[in-house]
């Protein structure tokens, strides 16, 4: 005769929650939304400790951006 694993299963849920709500539970249910909705990026040591907060980040990157946007303009503007 087998045994029933749930009910030697020591049961130390508060009697707060209701556990026919947590049964059915789905483990990363909104993963790919949370995922999507992140923009985090992680740094490498040695850029983190050059840039070390996010505002000092966004200002080199935007800095970047305008030297890339002049760099690629400045060809065309050359040649006429």
């Not at 020591?10 to 209701?18: A, F, H, K, S, T």
């Not at 949370?34 to 996010?54: E, H, I, K, R, W």
């Not at 890339?68 to 060809?75: D, G, H, V």
């Amino acid at each position: 005769m087998k045994t029933n694993p749930e009910a030697s299963f020591d049961d130390d849920l508060r009697p707060e929650y209701d556990a026919t709500v947590l049964k059915d539970g789905v483990s990363g249910k909104y993963a790919a939304r949370y995922q999507a909705g992140t923009n985090l990026v992680l740094l490498a040591p040695d850029v983190a400790a050059a840039f070390p907060t996010s505002e000092a980040v966004n200002e080199a990157l935007r800095l970047l951006m305008q030297v890339a946007k002049r760099s690629t303009l400045a060809p065309a503007a050359q040649q006429t």
